[in-house]
């Protein structure tokens, strides 16, 4: 080993390690989705719950409104305050939701529980991205960012495996899941206690005159054409896939059911395939393409599989093999898909000072569109069936591949301040810390 290898690996090593732990974010994301998706049922007989009922408690859990109100708050707190500070307490409010749901009694608590554990997962997700993209290496930065998505992809898995185990246990097996997420977080808050601060963010904040208030930074953020644009084309990406992916995530159990398949084993056994095929191919895919090949192609190559899976699922008559073809085209898709490229799109095109407040804001939009049909999802599926409901899902799924492959900016092996300096000119030193287009720039065009 070289005396410049023995240098960089411990930085290397450093990197990994605070990737891994910020990125559990995720894994308690999609493991309480999944957790929510497995239990709801048993929570419904217990509770003597109708579908509206059902219907509210997935809209206000980390799946939508929960997660949506979470990340209008954390996002903006997250560039005032720090990325260490969402990701240090978010968990503690977390864990306090899943005490809810663990101990829920009635509908309240459980209530309680979700709409607790979604604000905590809307606040730490898009900290987690943003600090992930800002520590990763230029031309890794796919590659750590993919780390979340993988996350977020075993979590599900995981979560399927242990519904099937705890099956027979009914209710009690669903809470003992709830505690192994109330497990999981509390290991990841102690290991992240040590973890340093962004880099980027604290040089940015040194170079601060003065405190950039919360206020200022959304005002700056919705002030300037460059981020107009760039909000438009994220929410375009990932919010119309997010509220397919959000209903499958909560619902998939409903849709089984509504396709012929009415096992609750055989459901959750292809549930635990599908987010195998996911986490494989957010490794092989996302994580070791991204930074070798054309983003735009590898997006256009996940968007199409994930239009086929569902075109497949919705149009063809109920089979095994229709269920594995399904399984797979959706998982791969969901590896190479929108949401690993939203993740590392919204923290390549946003300026530092606003970078996870962007996020928050489009995190908050596209759980509302999940909360908003997922209040009438199941009432749905019930009434018009999945063969017209599918239409919807498939129409959604056809515009994000659109938006995503028609505009993918280039911006692969590129620095985090090299993009910046690109999408907002150079950088003058002013009395808030922004980032401004010269005068030459003024000159030539005007305000970006």
Not at 96 to 107: H, K, P
Not at 140 to 147: E, I, L, N, P
Not at 433 to 440: A, D, K, M, N, S
């Given at each position: 080993m070289?005396?410049?290898?023995?240098?960089?690996?411990p930085?290397?090593?450093h990197r990994?390690?605070?990737t891994?732990s910020?990125?559990?974010?995720?894994?308690i994301?999609?493991g309480?989705?999944?957790a929510i998706?497995?239990s709801?049922?048993?929570?419904?007989?217990?509770?003597?719950?109708?579908?509206g009922?059902?219907?509210?408690?997935?809209a206000?859990s980390?799946n939508?409104?929960?997660?949506?109100i979470g990340?209008i708050i954390?996002?903006p707190?997250?560039?005032?305050?720090?990325?260490?500070?969402i990701?240090t307490?978010?968990l503690?409010l977390y864990m306090?939701?899943?005490?809810?749901?663990?101990?829920?009694?009635?509908?309240?608590m459980?209530?309680a529980g979700?709409?607790?554990?979604g604000?905590?997962?809307?606040a730490?997700?898009p900290?987690?991205?943003t600090?992930?993209a800002?520590i990763a290496?230029?031309d890794?930065?796919?590659?750590?960012?993919?780390?979340a998505?993988?996350a977020?992809?075993?979590?599900?898995?995981?979560g399927?495996?242990l519904?099937?185990a705890?099956?027979p246990l009914?209710l009690?097996?669903s809470?003992?899941?709830?505690?192994?997420?109330?497990?999981?977080?509390?290991?990841?808050w102690?290991v992240?206690r040590?973890?340093?601060?962004?880099?980027?963010w604290?040089?940015?904040?040194?170079?601060?005159?003065?405190s950039?208030?919360?206020g200022?930074?959304?005002?700056?953020l919705?002030n300037r054409?460059?981020?107009?644009?760039?909000l438009?084309?994220l929410?375009?990406v990932?919010a119309?896939?997010?509220t397919v992916a959000g209903?499958?995530?909560?619902f998939m159990?409903?849709?089984?059911?509504?396709?012929g398949?009415t096992s609750?084993?055989?459901?959750d056994?292809?549930?635990a395939l599908?987010?195998?095929?996911?986490?494989?191919f957010t490794?092989?895919?996302?994580?070791?393409?991204?930074?070798?090949?054309?983003?735009?192609i590898?997006?256009?190559?996940?968007a199409?599989?994930a239009?086929?899976?569902?075109?497949?699922?919705v149009?063809?008559?109920?089979?095994?093999p229709?269920?594995?073809i399904f399984a797979?085209?959706?998982?791969?898709?969901?590896g190479?898909?929108?949401?690993?490229?939203?993740g590392?799109?919204?923290s390549?095109?946003?300026?530092?000072?606003?970078?996870a407040g962007?996020q928050?804001?489009?995190?908050?939009?596209?759980?509302?569109?999940v909360?908003?049909?997922s209040?009438w999802?199941?009432t749905l599926l019930d009434?018009?069936g999945?063969?017209k409901?599918?239409?919807?899902?498939?129409?959604?799924?056809?515009i994000?591949?659109?938006?995503?492959?028609?505009?993918?900016?280039?911006?692969?092996?590129k620095?985090?301040?090299?993009?910046?300096?690109e999408r907002y000119?150079e950088y003058l030193e002013?009395?808030t810390?922004?980032?401004?287009?010269?005068?030459?720039a003024?000159?030539?065009g005007?305000?970006?």
């Open positions: 070289t005396r410049a290898d023995a240098t960089t690996r930085v290397a090593d990994w390690r605070s891994i910020v990125a559990m974010s995720n894994y994301e999609a309480s989705i999944i998706a497995t709801l049922g048993f929570w419904q007989t217990e509770f003597h719950l109708g579908n009922i059902v219907g509210v408690l997935a206000f980390p939508a409104f929960g997660a949506a990340a954390g996002g707190l997250c560039d005032r305050l720090g990325r260490k500070f990701y307490y978010d503690l306090l939701g899943m005490l809810f749901v663990i101990f829920a009694g009635n509908t309240g459980l209530f979700f709409l607790l554990s604000i905590a997962v809307g730490g997700v900290a987690a991205w600090y992930i800002e290496p230029d890794r930065r796919a590659a750590h960012v993919g780390t998505q993988l977020w992809s075993l979590g599900p898995m995981i399927y495996l519904a099937v705890v099956a009914g009690l097996g809470r003992l899941i709830f505690a192994e997420l109330f497990v999981v977080a509390a290991i990841t102690i992240r040590g973890l340093p601060e962004s880099g980027i604290t040089e940015q904040r040194d170079r601060d005159a003065r950039i208030t919360i200022a930074s959304m005002r700056a919705f054409r460059v981020n107009i644009t760039a438009l084309f929410f375009g990932y119309f896939w997010n209903q499958a995530g909560i159990p409903r849709v089984y059911s509504a396709s398949f609750v084993v055989e459901q056994l292809i549930q599908l987010w195998f095929c996911t986490s494989l490794w092989v895919g996302f994580m070791l393409l991204g930074d070798r090949m054309s983003r735009r590898l997006f256009a190559i996940g199409l599989m239009i086929g899976a569902w075109a497949v699922l149009f063809s008559a109920p089979s095994l229709v269920l594995f797979l085209g959706w998982g791969i898709s969901a190479i898909g929108a949401q690993a490229f939203y590392l799109w919204t390549e095109l946003f300026a530092t000072p606003y970078r962007a928050g804001v489009l995190f908050t939009a596209a759980r509302i569109m909360g908003v049909l209040l999802f199941p009434t018009i999945l063969s409901l599918g239409i919807l899902i498939i129409a959604l799924l056809v994000s591949f659109l938006i995503g492959t028609i505009w993918a900016p280039e911006t692969r092996g620095s985090l301040r090299e993009i910046e300096q000119g002013t009395e810390g922004f980032l401004r287009v010269t005068q030459e003024g000159a030539r005007g305000r970006k």
